[in-house]
């Protein structure tokens, strides 16, 4: 079974910084994109910053120069540093991967950690 295991979340003032993770684990699987999306109360799921399997990365323009996401492939493990946050990114955020399991490729999601941006 595939699990998507987050953490990094936590509160943060205003300007100050964050660095999510999230690990993938199973037995015999592949990894192709992963991807940081959030949710904030009243509003739908977004995008916030995605990373193919070869390293090309894209960016909600809301986060763009703020935000970057990295991969550790040996680790299975996507990062989301996050700098210069600001109220409006409170929202919980959630990993998810495109991995090849038990036959077939399909999304997975982690279960989301919460981001609370406040003085």
């Known amino acids: 079974q595939v699990q998507l295991v987050e953490s990094g979340g936590g509160l943060v003032q205003p300007g100050g910084s964050l660095r999510l993770s999230c690990a993938a684990s199973?037995?015999?699987?592949?990894?192709?994109?992963m991807g940081w999306y959030r949710q904030a109360p009243g509003k739908q799921r977004e995008l916030v910053a995605s990373?193919?399997?070869?390293?090309?990365?894209n960016y909600a323009d809301s986060v763009k120069g703020r935000f970057t996401i990295s991969r550790d492939n040996a680790k299975n493990t996507v990062y989301l540093q996050m700098n210069s946050l600001k109220p409006e990114d409170t929202a919980v955020y959630y990993c998810?991967?495109?991995?090849?399991?038990?036959?077939?490729?399909?999304?997975?999601w982690g279960q989301g950690t919460q981001v609370t941006v406040s003085s």
């Open positions: 998810r991967a495109n991995i090849y399991y038990s036959g077939s490729w399909n999304v997975y």
């Open positions: 990373i193919t399997g070869g390293g090309s990365t």
């Open positions: 199973a037995s015999r699987f592949s990894i192709n994109a």
